[in-house]
């Protein structure tokens, strides 16, 4: 999915939550565990339950390589199930890969040929050749880690490094292997309070924000300081929506949670 349609279906449905598709079997309602795969029932039905409120959904491969390959082919149901019913929606495999070029070449063709996801999530150490072969894929997109939304990342990310924090340096530089049309950047919503500063390097490209929620982040602290002129922002959320309910009304409750989020950013792209 190309930059022009992400903007245009923000704008179309005032809205750029993404709902974080994180199962848990322990965590889900008792009844979904006697389906034939109770993790693509869960998340058809909460797919079914929020696409009107968003425009992106985001798997996290852990919650399906968790549980072996019975996990991965509920995963791949899951992507093919948003692109049979939902095909406007951007779907972001949170993978947070990164290899030896042609090592990274196949982990490009796995999820966006084999997975058919238009975005991964890339984590940056390897440097250039670790993240040049998922930018040569039309249409498809390479998510940085910029500066992640866990403690952890004041261990590395904020040292000092010629005058400035090392993820300014890194993105600054990750940036210039691509362009605002196939590399985005994540900064987490706890980090809120450093987002104008990653955003005087990269003014245009799109953020994706994982944190509202679950972790604390604040959704208009992050509006404040991150949204620019074609919205710029992807704010992901996995917990707070997907287990709002643990009973047997969990669709419906997380379509409230998905509605309510919603209703709060199209306020604030007005
Ligand atoms: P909740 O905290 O439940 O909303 O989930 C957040 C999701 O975003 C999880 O899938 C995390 O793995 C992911 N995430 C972060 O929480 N922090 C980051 O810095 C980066 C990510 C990510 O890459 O999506």
Redesign the pocket.
Known sequence: MNRKKIIEQIRKKKTFLCV?L?PDVDKMPKFLLEEEDPIFEFNKQIIDATAEYCMAY?P?NAFYEAYGISGMTSLEKTILYIKANYPDHFVIA?A?RGDIGNTSHMYAKAFFNRLHADAI?VAPYMGSDSIKPFLEFKDKWAIV?GL???EGSADFQQLQINGEPLFINVIRKCASWGTDENMMF?V?ATKADMIDDIRKVVPNHFL?V??V???GGSLEEVCKNGLNKDIGLIV?????IIFASRDEDFAIQAGKEAKKIAEQMSEFIK
């Open positions: 974080g994180d985001k996290n949170d947070k999530t880690l992640t939304s866990n994540v987490g994706l994982p944190g929620g679950a972790q992901n959320i996995s917990r707070n």
